[in-house]
């Protein structure tokens, strides 16, 4: 069974129940500290109903939206990834004992996590961090035991926030992979489409029934003007080419002149992963943990291997984010990385939006 089915607003906290019967922590959006993360949920009115989000470059607030609206904010601070790729992970202890060392790897234990009201773009993210965690050279065993049993509830977009880009980055707004549930958020209810196993068994155990024609038609139209009405874009042709040739664009100082370096941008974007590892030890000297925790490109330690530093200033921090994002990724991974969320712009104290970037060393190189 993949058929679309009817499911009422209701029905909401059914699946919540099952969800939490089958032993799932259940995840959702919830409004906290003025913006939207996912944390626990025990129903659906724990998720931001009524509320809607004000997203600009630098600039995000929430605000009354739609009464009765479940899925009104688009995306908050909080994407997929601090839950999967901890910010801050214990890897190994070390003990002192009476002759030598004892080492103990740290092994992560938690209940299988299931996530209500994941927007398109983030699952895209997902999927290259399971590049990155999973399907790469080693395996990360941490990142693995969190997602191998994850249950996913996609909500297709029928809004976007201006800085929104999935359309250009191809990712969005309707959930195509990596979901088990997909909803559509209708006026009156919820179109419902199966994209796993697990999925169509969910449907069953909720009792849906097919939906309509005209179900199905006004979710598909919603989804379709969202996509249309979507504030920016990316020009992707050649992106690459372009990024490596214009190594030296003026651009790039001028993007630092604004640039704090304070690396929101990476700590907010869903896809970036650079990490390090560092030895905490006890003040008595008998322990000592090591840690990896989240870092940037942004940072100037980051970049500091034997004993020179390769990006001291911030143009080439920038640079390097930047180039690496929409280029380098590529050559290394297959796929771009960004899903064009938007967090970076929103979320950058500087308001600098990575689309205005782009366009404008497209233009200063006679490419626009
Ligand atoms: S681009 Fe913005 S968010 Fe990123 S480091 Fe610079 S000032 Fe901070
Ligand atoms: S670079 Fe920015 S827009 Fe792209 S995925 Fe990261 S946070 Fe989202």
């Known amino acids: ?19 939490g019967r089958e032993g799932y922590r259940v995840m959702g959006p ?11 949920i025990r129903s659906a009115a724990d998720l931001p109903v009524g509320i809607r989000d004000a997203q600009e470059a630098g600039r995000y607030r929430l605000a009354p939206g739609i009464d009765g609206e479940i899925f009104g904010v688009v995306n908050g601070a909080g994407s997929l990834k601090p839950h999967f790729f901890a910010p801050a992970e214990p890897l190994l202890e070390i003990r002192r004992e ?25 699952l895209a993210a997902l999927a290259i961090q399971d590049r ?30 201006p800085t ?3 359309v250009s980055m191809k990712t969005g707004p309707r959930a195509t992979a990596g979901f088990d549930l997909a909803l559509t958020e209708l006026p009156g209810g919820f179109v419902a489409r199966p994209g796993s196993p697990a999925g169509e068994a969910m449907i069953v155990k909720l009792g849906l029934s097919a939906a309509g024609g005209a179900d199905e038609a006004a979710a598909r139209a919603l989804i379709d003007e969202c996509a249309r009405g979507m504030g ?7 992106l690459p080419r372009l990024l490596y040739d214009e190594a030296e664009n003026p651009r790039w100082r001028e993007v630092a002149a604004r640039c704090l370096s304070c690396a929101n941008c990476t700590m907010v974007c869903p896809t970036c992963f650079c990490h390090t590892v560092i030895d905490q030890t006890e003040i008595d000297g008998n322990m000592s943990r090591r840690v990896r925790k989240w870092d940037s490109c942004f940072s100037l330690e980051h970049a500091h291997i034997h004993g020179i530093n390769l990006r ?18 590529i050559d290394q991974f297959g796929s771009s990385g960004c899903v064009g969320c938007g967090r970076c712009i929103t979320w950058c104290p500087a308001g600098i939006d990575l689309t205005e970037e782009v366009a404008a060393i497209r233009a200063s190189a006679g490419k626009g």
């Open 1 to 19: 069974m993949n058929e679309a089915t009817r499911m009422p607003k209701a029905a909401l906290d059914n699946l919540i129940a099952i969800l």
């Open 98 to 122: 009476r002759r030598g060392f004892k080492a103990n790897e740290i092994a992560s234990a938690a209940p299988p996590h299931a996530f209500i009201g994941v927007r398109a773009c983030d």
């Open 30 to 40: 919830v409004a906290r500290d003025g913006t939207v993360a996912f944390d626990e």
């Open 132 to 161: 990155i965690f999973l399907h790469d050279r080693f395996r990360d065993a941490h990142y693995e035991l969190r997602r191998k049993d994850a249950f996913f509830v996609a909500v297709d977009c029928t809004r976007s926030a």
């Open 164 to 166: 929104c880009f999935c």
């Open 232 to 238: 920016r874009r990316m020009d992707t042709a050649d």
């Open 312 to 329: 001291p200033k911030i143009h080439d921090r920038y640079r390097q984010w930047l180039t690496h994002k929409l280029a380098s990724w």
